[in-house]
Every structure is written in structure tokens, then in C-alpha cells.
């Protein structure tokens, strides 16, 4: 099998360290956060403690200041560990990311150490009920009041969004400039005019908690914008590949271990006097499986080393997400059917699994953007029409 080159002795231990930490504190309590609805604080603090936080966060702000690999293996262990329920990757990988990369240094100073250490958790606000994909065509509005604006609205969809301590927030500045019209804020959620909703039940992810936002009336002071008026589209835009990429690894992880769960419960499981794995339909399913499984693994860590080296191309970042994610989608199916019944039953890992797996096609964009992202530069300069 091809070896991951990626990562070096020191990764693995750290991954040991990980997994370690995911099958003491994270997994015999998965079932009830489930019921919960969301995860307790307490383990972000745990989390903070054990250095799995923004792990790319220089030792200025907090941090251990490492390489975005270690990171990777947090989200890796999660996801293999068959935990969807504590949010670090919007914390870490984005409103860390987010703070870091156009933040200023006091921003930097007010947020970053206490996401460290799992005392502020963060929260992505871009998603509204009339515009998901096409964040351009957000509602949410900041009107400039003296040294402050004031910012009404909604937001959907929100992960952490009932935990969130700081919030980042896609704004409109000015209603009639489309996409330079974006502004995005750094806000404090303890601030008046800050109010959570719901928390919104959904098919899988049932221990994230998943939270409409709402603005009335909410004054920030200019001081926690994120970049400059205007900005908030292009900035975004910087951390999709990031974003895509993330959801790529997930997808790659996933699919490699329903795929082992898969082998060892049909390799025991009898039927007709023989075990599931001895039919021949069981080994050419998931033979073609592992087959694919093994490419998307590759082409992944390739993206992961070009956004190391600061070259990954949005689109190969599409092609990433989208071929991942529809890999792991038919991965879920699949092997469930190989359990039968019991596949179907929650207790399984394999039904989780299944039930977390559709929300992939629609994270950090859906399938139908990705493929028009391809296929705009696939065909540039050749079309007769804006793809």
C-alpha cells in the first residue's frame, strides 16, 4: 500500500497522543451528546489543554506555533474515531485561520490565546436562509454609526453556533455594491443585541450543534472588522481551497474507515453457511471501494502538501472536495448494505456514518458549485455565456 510521505516521526506521535486523547475523552460520551444535541464545554477546555487547538497558532498568541499537519491529525483521529460532534474544525481551521490571516494584532491578542486554550470557541457566520452558496447575496446589515456599526439580521446553519464565543460575521455595508458590498466583523457574542435560536435537528452531525443567529440592534465598535470595508467577499475567497480541502480530508477519512469496519464485520458475520466476506460480491465491492479510496487518499495529500507550500489551486481544491465527497457518500451506502439489518440500526457505527455522511455534498460548497468551478476552467474563454 502507498505509503503517506507527509508525515514525519513526529507527526506520528502526535497522532498517538491524538488518539489516545479521542478514546479517553471523546468516544465514551459521543452517545450522549448525541441525545444532547450538542458537546460540553468542558471538553474544549480539555481539548485546549491537551494542545489540539489551533495548533498552527504562533507561540506569541498562545500556541505551539506547529505546522498545519497537526492540525490534519486532530480532524483525521475525529473523524476516524467516528466523532462528529465537537466542532474544532470551524474553530481551528477557519475563524483561527480567518483571525490570523487578516486580523489585526489586537485582534489577534483578544481572541487567539483563548481559543488555544478552548476558553472562546469560534463560529463562522456566513450562511442565511435565502443565500447559501451565494454568499454575495447575504442580507445581514452593518450601517455605520459613529466609531461604531450597527449590524441587524440572520444567519442559518451555524456549527458551534449555541457554544460560540466569537462569531465571524458576513455582513452587508453597502446593499447595491454586490460582492464589494461584504464586510465581515469580529463579534463578541456576549454583546447586547446578540441572540442565538434553535438548536436546529438535523439527519446526522446530531452532536454538533447547529444554531440559527439572529441581530438586533447589535453595536460593534469599527474596531473588530476583518479587513477593510468591502473586504469580506475577497477575503472569503481566500479561504475556500482551505475550506474544500478540509472537507476533502474528511471524506478521505471516512471512506478508509467504514471501508475497515466494513472488512472486519463481514469477515465475521456468517450467512448460507459462510461468512459475508466469503461471497464474491462482498470482495469485488469493497475492492473497487479500497481501489478508490487509495486515489482519493493521494490526490487529497497532494492537495494538503501544494496548500502547505501556498500553491493549492482553487480548483484542484473542487476537484478535491467533490470527488471525496461523493466518494465517501457511495463508501457509507455501500458498506451499510454489506451489515444488512443491523446497518440500519444506530448503535451501528456504520448507520451514523451514513447519516453524517450527506451533509458532505453540501459543505463548503455544494457538488454543483464545485463542478462549476471545473468546468469554468475547463472551458475559459470558450464559452458563449458566464458558466
Known sequence: ???????????????????????????????????????????????????????????????????????VIVFEE???????????????????????????????????????????????????????????AIKTKAVRDGDDYIING????????????????????????????????????????????????????????????????????????????????????????????????RSATVTETVIEWTVDYTSERKAFGQTIADFQNTQFVLADLKARAVMARVFTDKCIDLFMQGKLDPVDAAMAKMTTSELHCEAVDKCLQLFGGWGYMWEYPICRAYADARIVKIAGGSIEIMKTIIAREMFKGKLTRKA
Not at 513526529?10 to 450522549?32: A, N
Not at 451528546?33 to 507561540?59: F, N, Q, S, Y
Not at 480567518?98 to 489586537?106: Q, V
Not at 441581530?215 to 472569503?236: H, Q, T, Y
Request: charge should be negative; glycine fraction near 10%.
Open 1 to 71: 500500500m502507498i505509503e503517506r510521505t507527509l508525515f514525519e516521526p513526529e507527526h506520528e506521535m502526535w497522532r498517538d497522543t491524538v488518539r489516545k486523547f479521542m478514546e479517553k475523552e471523546i468516544v465514551p460520551f459521543h452517545d450522549q451528546w448525541e441525545k444532547d444535541g450538542i458537546v460540553p464545554r468542558d471538553i474544549w477546555l480539555k481539548a485546549g489543554e491537551a494542545g489540539m487547538l489551533c495548533c498552527t497558532v504562533p507561540e506569541e498568541f498562545g500556541g505551539i506555533g506547529a505546522d498545519y499537519l497537526y492540525d
Open 78 to 136: 475525529l473523524w476516524r474515531a467516528g466523532t462528529s460532534g465537537p466542532g474544532f474544525l470551524i474553530h481551528t481551521d477557519l475563524v483561527a485561520s480567518y483571525i490570523l490571516a487578516f486580523g489585526t494584532d489586537e485582534q489577534k491578542a483578544q481572541w487567539l490565546p483563548r481559543m488555544v486554550t478552548g476558553e472562546a470557541i469560534g463560529s463562522l457566520g456566513m450562511t442565511e436562509p435565502h443565500a447559501g452558496s451565494d454568499l454575495k
Open 154 to 249: 440572520q444567519k442559518v446553519f451555524i456549527s458551534n453556533g449555541q457554544m460560540c464565543d466569537v462569531l465571524v460575521l458576513a455582513t452587508k455595508t453597502d446593499s447595491d455594491a454586490g460582492a464589494k458590498g461584504v464586510t465581515l466583523f469580529l463579534v463578541d457574542t456576549s454583546l447586547p443585541g446578540f441572540n442565538r435560536g434553535q438548536n436546529l435537528e438535523k439527519l446526522g452531525m446530531k452532536a454538533q450543534d447547529t444554531s440559527e443567529l439572529f441581530f438586533d440592534n447589535l453595536r460593534v465598535p469599527a474596531s473588530a472588522m476583518l479587513g477593510g470595508e468591502g473586504e469580506g467577499f475577497k477575503i472569503m475567497m481566500t479561504k475556500l481551497s482551505q475550506e474544500r480541502l478540509a472537507q476533502a480530508i
